[in-house]
């Protein structure tokens, strides 16, 4: 109950496509989800976040979709870029402080 | 702002041997993390400390690992002996408090290899 399920492993988009990363979870205790971006040799860096109160958060490129019922989020990178190749985690916090993350999924976003 | 400080970046070690990572935070953060990160997988916390007291350590092997954080600020951990299974990237990362929205930074890591 304490996983969050993460997928795809690994991604490859053409530039200016669409970047689709999906999550799954078990525990309806989680209420707060965020994205970690992480660049080969680097720390994860948050990303982007949302409560489950709300369906869609935006910011920029970036875009979470929320789907409470289904226990299910995704992050949607439009107008993908080179720039933007990369491990994405997604995360659930999991109470006491402490974040639940998942397996990562190795982005690559051809020129 | 300077981010997350983190030493050695890389150690190799034979297995039984000893080692020990070193984190710096970022000024004036009161909670610190250590993430064991293995290929593939993502961060998995080992232990969090709330100034110099623990928080969280069920997920700490303590038989072999341990952790502290001095005056509430540097942090070091440590492995004793090592096994094999111990590769991994070492993550520390920071927080000014332990919210629930609160972000935390990583550092850049310290990558094992255990042989």
């Known amino acids: 109950q304490q996983q969050v399920k993460q997928s795809p492993q690994s991604l490859i988009v053409q530039k200016g496509g669409i970047s689709i990363i999906n999550c799954a979870y078990e525990n309806t205790a989680f209420d707060y989800f965020p994205w970690y971006q992480q660049f080969p040799g680097k720390g994860p860096a948050l990303l982007i976040a949302i409560r489950p109160d709300v369906s869609e958060k935006k910011e920029g490129r970036f875009t979470i979709s929320f789907n409470k019922s289904a226990k299910q989020f995704s992050l949607h990178i439009m107008d993908s870029q080179p720039g933007d190749s990369a491990t994405y985690f997604c995360a659930a916090f999991a109470g006491t402080y402490k974040y639940i993350f998942g397996t990562g999924t190795r982005l690559k976003v051809l020129a | 702002e300077a981010g997350v400080a983190q030493s050695p970046r890389y150690k190799i070690i034979e297995k039984r041997q000893s080692v020990a990572f070193w984190c710096n935070p970022i000024s004036g953060h009161a909670t610190l993390y250590w993430y064991q990160q293995i290929l593939g997988q993502g961060p998995k916390l080992l232990i969090q400390f709330q100034n110099n007291g623990v928080v969280d350590d069920s997920q700490l092997p303590k038989d072999r690992f341990s952790a502290e954080r001095l005056k509430g600020v540097d942090s070091t951990l440590k492995i004793q002996p090592a096994k094999l299974e111990d590769s991994a990237v070492y993550l520390c990362?920071?927080?000014?408090?332990?919210?629930?929205?609160?972000?935390?930074?990583f550092g850049p890591g310290t990558r094992l290899t255990v042989l």
């Open positions: 990362a920071s927080s000014l408090v332990a919210g629930l929205t609160d972000t935390q930074y």
